[in-house]
């Protein structure tokens, strides 16, 4: 395989005229969007930031900006520096500016913007031994224009599981407007013998765009070895993704692999329909995340545990090395066309920093 090259940032690409189909944009730990071509890196703008805190998921907004969350882990509550920016021009002179920094944001890992009432929808994962500064831990909605923060879901601790406990990622359904798959770490059920013992969740939720508030719908319960036909209980799915074609969903445990289920054609649960495609093992230790890139049909994912970057056929087999060991990614997102910005995409591929 050819070597992986990094380079400066190549500002020749003129809005991304040269892009290919399929070819990965996406974000580091140390604050960078990079883009990834047939082998080739290059960077394309680096936010100034500090060791504490990393580039998470991004989208696109409706005039051909991004924006991307800034996580901090744990969250420092005297310099709090969990944001928000937008950045325009990314394949040209880029700039950012910052949307909101600071409380309330706490750790967000991801977010996507809805078109239908120009807000960012965001997850929230800050540690559990949390100050009641800021209690929220699940989703908030971010007005882009001035940064107003609106809890538009709020785990509480006090109800029996399953719950959404400790949401980590979010992507676009496929199978109503304006609701989300949302994985979480933890909410399965009531084992806190140690940090992320509780058996994770995938849910629905249902985001109103008048009021800002989303409503959760539980999807599996992943303590539940009815529904997923596993030997045991999955305590560590922080990332989901789907391929509405087949509708198949994807998911990664950071300690036992990736895995896919599958969902009927309105997007419920089929029971025992969970396959593993990829163990977690010395090979590839401690997964990150995986995401369909819908142009290759392939799952682009990482591993924390060398910080490489991979794809596979979406029944496990054929994986190349995209780039790594060592290139910290978190956020993807896939081009769908040349010269093409509209883009599809995909956040929080990678969450090593994000965990309770």
């Not at 750790?107 to 960012?120: D, E």
């Not at 809890?151 to 719950?163: D, K």
Request: charged share 15%.
């Amino acid at each position: 395989m050819r070597r992986f090259t990094t380079t400066a940032a190549l500002f020749m690409l003129a809005g991304a005229a040269h892009a290919q189909v399929g070819n990965i944009i996406y974000t580091t730990g140390n604050m960078t969007f990079k883009y990834y071509d047939n082998g080739t890196i290059t960077t394309l703008y680096t936010i100034p930031g500090s060791p504490s805190e990393g580039l998470g998921g991004f989208d696109r907004g409706p005039g051909g900006e991004f924006y991307v969350t800034a996580g901090q882990y744990p969250v420092d509550l005297n310099n709090n520096k969990s944001a928000i920016y937008r950045v325009d021009n990314l394949f040209g002179a880029a700039s950012h500016s910052v949307v909101k920094q600071g409380f309330p944001l706490a750790n967000p890992t991801t977010l996507k913007y809805n078109a239908a009432n120009g807000r960012l929808v965001t997850v929230q994962s800050p540690q559990s031994e949390y100050n009641p500064v800021n209690p929220v831990r699940g989703l908030v909605s971010v007005d882009t224009a001035t940064g107003n923060v609106v809890t538009s879901f709020n785990q509480n601790n006090l109800l029996p599981p399953p719950q959404p406990f400790t949401a980590n990622d979010l992507v676009n359904s496929p199978y109503a407007a304006n609701q989300y798959f949302v994985a979480c770490n933890n909410g399965g059920d009531s084992d806190f013998s140690g940090p992320d013992k509780s058996a994770s969740t995938l849910w629905k939720f249902d985001y109103n765009t008048v009021t800002e508030v989303s409503t959760p719908t539980l999807l599996v319960n992943f303590a539940d070895l009815a529904a997923t036909g596993l030997p045991e209980k999955l305590s560590f799915v922080r990332t989901v993704d789907i391929k509405a074609s087949t509708n198949e969903v994807f998911f990664v445990d950071r300690e036992t692999g990736i895995y896919k289920a599958q969902l009927d054609a309105a997007g419920n649960w089929i029971n025992g329909s969970v396959q593993l495609l990829l163990a977690e093992s010395a090979t590839y230790p401690l997964m990150g995340g995986a995401k369909w890139n819908p142009y290759t049909d392939k799952l682009v994912f990482t591993v924390e545990g060398t910080q490489a970057f991979y794809q596979m056929n979406t029944d496990g087999t054929n994986i190349e090395t995209l780039a790594g060991p060592g290139e910290n990614v978190f956020g993807v997102y896939f081009i769908p066309a040349p010269g093409s910005l509209a883009l599809a995409g995909l956040a929080a591929l990678a969450a090593g920093r994000r965990r309770r």
